[in-house]
């Protein structure tokens, strides 16, 4: 069936450092990808999204590359603050307007 | 700015209790969801309605009703609370048109059976 799966957290970073996140999906044919934020006490935001393959999401400095052949959409930031410091969600889309998260990856950024 | 709003925002029942969950969006979308967050287990879907009168089952529906009053309010019933059900409930929504649609989140309410 299509599922996500992320790297477990804690990201534990110094302000500053260089942040990946990985992703990885398993879904027939073409979903849509997405990378939700969660601040604390707070609901889910987008953060990007990408909708076919070599589509790259960009927001607030974080990018995400749709890699077909690899089946991920990693998250990268090039230098993380510390109110960075929040849940990120992958999730896809398999076309039919629901979406399927990923387990959360929990990002604490330490000045 | 409200976007989609969730009462109450925090609430402890007995087991067996009943209770209802409100949601409503101002974007005029035509799509709502409920969602529950466990730890280290992301969001799984409840229910949701693709459109006003119309509702489905979505990964973990068992325990739960819904009912889409109107384009803009959809709520979530628990008729005899368990403490299973014990977690964080989110409502969302987008737009119609399938596919790509981002979805837009209230704040939660978080939810504990006793």
């Known amino acids: 069936g299509n599922s996500v799966t992320q790297m477990e957290g804690p990201v534990t970073l110094s302000e500053e450092a260089f942040l990946t996140i990985n992703c990885t999906y398993t879904a027939t044919g073409y979903p849509s990808l997405f990378w939700y934020v969660q601040y604390p006490g707070e609901g889910l935001q987008l953060l ?16 995400a590359t749709y890699r077909k052949e690899t089946t991920s959409f990693h998250l990268e ?12 969600f992958c999730a896809l889309d398999y076309n039919t307007d629901k979406l399927i998260f990923g387990t959360g990856t929990r990002l604490q950024v330490f000045p | 700015n409200a976007g989609v709003t969730q009462t109450p925002k925090f609430q402890v029942l007995k087991t067996g209790q009943s209770m209802t969950l409100q949601c409503a969006q101002d974007m005029n979308h035509n799509s709502m969801y409920w969602y529950r967050q466990d730890p280290g287990m992301g969001l799984r879907l ?3 309605s693709a459109s006003e009168g119309t509702t489905d089952k979505g990964e973990v529906p068992n325990g739960y009703n819904v009912s889409r009053l109107n384009k803009r309010e959809f709520s979530l019933r628990l008729e005899s609370a368990a403490p299973s059900q014990t977690s964080v409930y989110f409502c969302a929504s987008s737009e119609a048109g399938g596919a790509h649609q981002p979805q837009h989140f209230g704040d939660g309410t978080r939810l504990s059976i006793l």
Do not use: C, H, P
Request: glycine share 10%; net charge positive; hydrophobic share 30%.
């Open chain 1, 77 to 88: 930031k090039g230098s993380v603050q510390v109110s960075d410091s929040a849940v990120y």
């Open chain 2, 46 to 48: 409840i229910y949701y």
């Open chain 1, 48 to 63: 990007l999204k990408a909708t076919k393959a070599d589509d790259k999401g960009s927001n607030k400095g974080f990018e």
